[in-house]
């Protein structure tokens, strides 16, 4: 298996832009996790879903976040409209159980000037 | 809410010699303790799981050890090579599926 994989690998918008996060999850795992990583705060859980069905959203920051899971091969992490305060690495992983062995993408460095 | 702290932040060591990196968490009631590895602008390497029932686990040159009583686990690497350099990272998972991360153990091993 080609492990996660996330796209794309940088990202670089202008303030008030809408940016799309892409995320495709390890065959057959049943649970997904999206994560953010910064300097200040290090990793946060931003999202999962579990069986395409989001689970716990309460690490979303704010309205202006959204995520989608349309089937077990695909996620989307949506931010409209996108502030300087969101640039950070945005990570997405996968497990195939919710407590089991947690395997990461190489994530996506958003930068919004 | 879990809090889980990784001391030190930094630490450089002569190659060799062996790496002991320390995690302690909050809340005891965990189901698994995973630790990553992270090279510098990359993504997050799976090292090793230890599942709550269980005291360690080894791979290779990697023993970590688990104390959930004391909230406590320990990363071992054995003769430490440059390749070793990187931050690692210690999560622990709780029954809301969580990973709860530490800020990491910067690792610098000196040639």
């Known amino acids: 298996d080609a492990g996660v994989i996330q796209s794309p690998r940088h990202e670089v918008t202008e303030m008030g832009q809408e940016v799309t996060l892409r995320c495709k999850p390890i065959?057959?795992?049943?649970?997904l996790f999206w994560y953010r990583q910064t300097m200040m705060r290090g990793l946060e859980l931003l999202i999962y879903?579990?069986?395409?069905?989001?689970?716990?959203d309460s690490g979303m920051p704010e309205d202006r976040f959204s995520a989608k899971m349309p089937n077990a091969s695909f996620s989307t992490l949506k931010i409209q409209p996108s502030e300087p305060r969101d640039s950070a690495v945005y990570f997405c992983?996968?497990?195939?159980?919710?407590?089991?062995?947690?395997?990461f993408g190489q994530g996506t460095r958003l930068t919004v000037v | 809410k879990q809090e889980v702290t990784q001391i030190p932040a930094a630490l450089s060591v002569p190659e060799g010699e062996n790496l002991v990196l320390n995690c302690s968490f909050t809340?005891?009631?965990?189901?698994?303790l995973q630790w990553f590895r992270q090279d510098p602008g990359k993504g997050l390497t799976s090292l090793l799981l230890?599942?709550?029932?269980?005291r360690e686990q080894t791979s290779g040159r990697l023993n970590a050890s688990l104390d959930k009583s004391s909230g406590r686990s320990t990363l071992y690497i054995a003769a430490s090579q440059p390749g070793d350099s990187a931050t690692y990272l210690c999560?622990?998972?709780?029954?809301?599926?969580?990973?709860?991360f530490g800020k990491g153990n910067q690792v610098v091993v000196i040639p």
């Open positions: 992983a996968s497990s195939l159980r919710g407590a089991g062995e947690a395997f």
């Open positions: 065959s057959g795992h049943d649970y």
């Open positions: 879903f579990n069986n395409n069905v989001p689970i716990d």
């Open positions: 809340d005891s009631a965990i189901y698994n």
């Open positions: 230890i599942q709550s029932s269980q």
């Open positions: 999560a622990v998972i709780g029954g809301n599926n969580r990973l709860a």
